[in-house]
């Protein structure tokens, strides 16, 4: 949290000197920018019968008409660059998105209905995330889905089952995990090849090296990815009798991330390596220098734009050239890069976190005579499967711990003197018996162990990341119904 800028004081003193102080704006770029966006959509439903009902349909549609204005920037004496809303340096993107889905439900028979639903859509890009390649706003994401099943309806409504099968894909989901700092390392890049290479006697003039530093450096700030899942879900309801009713579910679900920023490793020209890793082109030598091999980069690339310019002067050696904010070399930079792009990619596309099956089931039963009238009680429990949390050196999953907790509540219905309708109190509790173990999320591997590593004393196995579960919780809530 900060303050309100307005509320600094105007000046400071420092070692016997007074200083003005201002609020200072970052450069235009992604972390400094301004935008407004326009909506305009439509909606439209429509539900059917046919042949006295047994045939139900639907089918519905939306169209979102989107302007986002990418306002442009002026320079303020003071405080730096400042979006301007002047429309002459504005930038209007228009996109339509459009959703479109159907569903169909055949009572087949009294008890027997076959179940059927798709969908698609386009979704309208994040407002202020741009990406690779200009900076600009991403592109629309699409997305589709689709579920069949059955539904069972057994003993005159006192059980009902339903069975369904599902998958859905999403292409071009936009994050900015992964990204892994690219936009300051472009920018500090860039400015160490300005430190030897930009002025008087040297390869660039000012005015030839803000074209270099601008078609470099674009202002994006996010990427995209692709996403799948699929699975199965089973349901029972059934009351069990007038008072006493029990719902039952199970589901398995798989999923997985793939595609994560492709459109940022071929802006820099990474070339892929093995499974959903980039090729890593930059070694240390005997001497412990970053060296960076041309050959492992895709010509065209920001990297091999890189390259060029480190052999224009001795001074632009990639692997003695540093950058004046951190003192890391160039090539130590790429190697970075490389780096931080197959490590996000390890974590997202695998099937890390996934827990594929999960049981609950709830059960209450309501009180409707005798001195507990208007009192109902009920618990339930749920359980997930161990989650993955790494693979060993021969690529098989390794699996952290299950998950399972009970619920319970009490309630109570009840009028209270005359007043009109009815009051409700309640009262859940979550986790009943309070079980808060730590889950394991990611085992450590950073030491080069591919399976991970023990802690010493035999306390089990290292892990880089882990989760807290939520303790034991109550919740009290009153209803009132007129």
Do not use: C
């Not at 339509?96 to 209905?113: N, P, Y």
């Not at 890793?277 to 030598?285: E, M």
């Not at 002067?313 to 490389?338: M, R």
């Amino acid at each position: 949290r900060a303050g309100d800028w307005r509320t600094l004081p105007s000046k400071f003193a420092f070692g016997g000197r007074t200083f003005d102080l201002v609020f200072a704006n970052d450069a235009a770029g992604a972390n400094n920018s301004g935008m407004q966006q326009d909506n305009r959509s439509l909606l439209g439903v429509a539900q059917s019968t046919f042949w006295r009902d047994r045939l139900v349909t639907t089918a519905g549609y939306r169209e979102d008409r989107v302007a986002v204005t990418q306002f442009g920037y002026y320079v303020d004496s003071a405080v730096g660059d400042r979006p301007d809303r002047d429309p002459a340096k504005a930038t209007v993107s228009r996109v339509t998105a459009r959703t479109e889905s159907t569903g169909l439900v055949l009572h087949a028979t009294e008890w027997l209905s076959l179940i059927a639903n798709r969908s698609s859509n386009t979704g309208v890009p994040p407002l202020a995330r741009t990406v690779f390649p200009y900076g600009q706003l991403a592109p629309l994401s699409r997305g589709k889905g689709a579920d069949f099943g059955v539904g069972l309806d057994l003993l005159d409504g006192r059980v009902s089952a339903r069975v369904v099968y599902f998958t859905a894909e999403e292409k071009g989901r936009i994050t900015s995990a992964g990204l892994g700092g690219a936009p300051a390392r472009n920018q500090r890049v860039l400015d160490a090849f300005a430190t030897v290479l930009v002025g008087a006697g040297r390869p660039f003039s000012a005015a030839q090296w803000a074209e270099v530093y601008k078609a470099y450096t674009p202002p994006a700030n996010a990427i995209s990815s692709d996403f799948v899942s699929e699975g199965y879900e089973f349901r029972v309801t059934t009351n069990l009798s007038r008072n006493w009713r029990l719902v039952l579910n199970y589901s398995y679900t798989d999923s997985g991330r793939t595609n994560l920023a492709n459109e940022m490793a071929d802006w820099y020209g990474l070339r892929p390596a093995q499974g959903v890793l980039v090729q890593q082109g930059v070694a240390q030598d005997s001497l412990g220098r970053y060296v960076v091999d041309p050959k492992a980069f895709a010509p065209g690339g920001a990297v091999a734009k890189w390259i060029e310019l480190g052999g224009l002067s001795p001074a632009a050696n990639l692997s003695t050239l540093a950058t004046t904010t951190t003192g890391t070399t160039v090539a130590q930079e790429i190697y970075d890069l490389v780096r931080a792009l197959n490590d996000e990619k390890e974590l997202q596309e695998k099937r890390w976190g996934v827990r594929p099956h999960k049981i609950s089931f709830f059960t209450a039963y309501d009180f409707k005579e005798g001195r507990l009238k208007g009192f109902t009680i009920g618990g339930g429990w749920r359980w997930r499967s161990a989650n993955v949390i790494g693979s060993d050196s021969q690529g098989r999953e390794i699996t952290g711990r299950e998950i399972g907790a009970a619920d319970a509540m009490i309630g109570y219905a009840t009028k209270l003197g005359n007043l009109p309708g009815r009051f409700r109190f309640q009262v859940n509790v979550a986790n009943l018996f309070d079980q808060d173990e730590i889950i394991p999320v990611r085992l450590a591997t950073g030491t080069g162990a591919a399976d991970g590593f023990m802690l010493p004393g035999g306390r089990g196995t290292a892990l880089s990341r882990y989760d807290l579960v939520s303790p034991r919780e109550f919740r009290f809530t009153t209803t009132y119904s007129f």
